[in-house]
């Protein structure tokens, strides 16, 4: 028997649309008293006195442009958070998040082209997914679409396409960690050989423009040294010059866009100095920021809490934020940011809300809590092909799990532990593209089976991540 979804339910311009779950466990898109002109955008068929259409990509196109909350538009300086999704499952346990919380602004659509890569998707793929999970819990509040993390003109311009409009720009691949430590000759040699012509400019040009300056801040002076800013070409300069170019591909495709600038997937903090340059070496090229997302001291892994002295990160978060506040005001953007419940606090203070929360693979590694209780074999199953591809999985992730330290022989009752105990949570989480592949299917059969047990959890777990940043 098929099931209406009550949430659902909403009116616009004298029509009625909601979705329906039908009898084999797909859904659609039902529309009552619209005119024809309406449901020509659509692709489906009269049902008696109601019209109805298959929740697909065509269709979850006509509706964002039937109803214009479900758009992805522009937050620019409002609090807001992402909420990567790899299973495409996710979206209405974070829409009843963001209900219950308020005063966030949601990029329910988010997700990098490396994830894209390992999951199979693409992005309209992540954009349509999102777009009936918010409807199908009836939010109307808006939406965002960050096509995140992006290295390369071709996906740039396949976000753009698919109807994404916040660019994370990240050329941290460019990024020289060495200089960070570097001592100051071999410092000043890598800033000398770094051409900066493509930004009108040079090292001993950016040298005579800062060096010297003082940053007046809230907490005191900043002095840009020589010796600092010279590190800060060195180390940033490539990265620099690629996110540019990466940064006028946006601009030429002539999309509604906001950009965030990435360097925060590297091994050394991002230095005061190397802000500052940064940001103002790409306001000098005529970028605007909506955001900017450096690498934080401390240790920030995958779907585990902060690592490091938090003292410390408050102050660096309170030293950043008034950087933003006198170069911009711009955001600042709190990347790997799943899980980190004791920080979001301090964060969001220094910040004064005006600041970006980005989640990815929490969403995933909660979902295998319900493949527990349902399965317990299949996730045993899942670690294992987890720590079989771990070598090839861990690339690119900032990990300390240990894989000798995983119980292989847990009961049925206590398999759901696996989920959250640190070594193999970790494992997992990075595992998603090789165990999806495998079990993707059976996977999301239990998930879309138990979709209000999942929807339940998702709601918590993010409620926990963003009443920080909101008010409820």
Known sequence: ??????????????ADYWLRRNDDGTKSLVIAHAPQAVLDGFSGQAEGDVFVAPADADNALALRKALPWLTPRRWGLET??????RLGLATPGHAQAFKDVGGVNPVFAQQSTREMGRTHRTPRNVLDDATWGAFQEGWTDGVGADADHQKTEESLSECAEAGFVFFTIDPGDGMDMAAHDDDEATVREKAARIDLSSLDTSTDDVVSRYAGQTIELESGPLVLDEESVLRAVA??????????????HVEGLGVEHELEFAIDETDKPTTLVEHVVVVKELQRAGVELISFAPRWVGQF??????????????KNF????????VLGPYKL??????????????????????AHLKTAGTSW???????????????????????????ENRHSYHLSCDTSRIPSDLPDDRVGELVTELDSR????VGYGAVLDEYGTRIKDILTTHEDEYAALMKEHFIAHIAPFGKR
């Open 426 to 429: 970790q494992v997992m989480h």
């Open 80 to 85: 807001s958070a992402g909420t990567g999704d």
């Open 318 to 325: 309170s030293d950043h934020a008034e950087i933003a506040r």
């Open 235 to 248: 180390k940033a300069g490539p990265a620099l010059v690629r996110g540019l170019e990466l940064i006028k």
């Open 1 to 14: 028997m098929s099931t209406d979804y009550a949430a659902s339910r909403v009116s616009h311009e004298g």
């Open 301 to 314: 892994e995958k779907g585990v809490e902060y690592i490091g002295d938090r003292a410390a990160l408050a």
């Open 365 to 391: 590694i909660e979902a295998l809590r319900i493949v527990a209780a349902h399965d317990p074999q299949l996730l045993r199953d899942i670690l294992a092909l987890s720590l079989d591809s771990f070598e």
């Open 333 to 354: 953007s709190l990347h790997s940011g799943s899980d980190k419940f004791s920080i979001y606090p301090s964060f969001v203070e220094a910040t004064r809300g005006v």
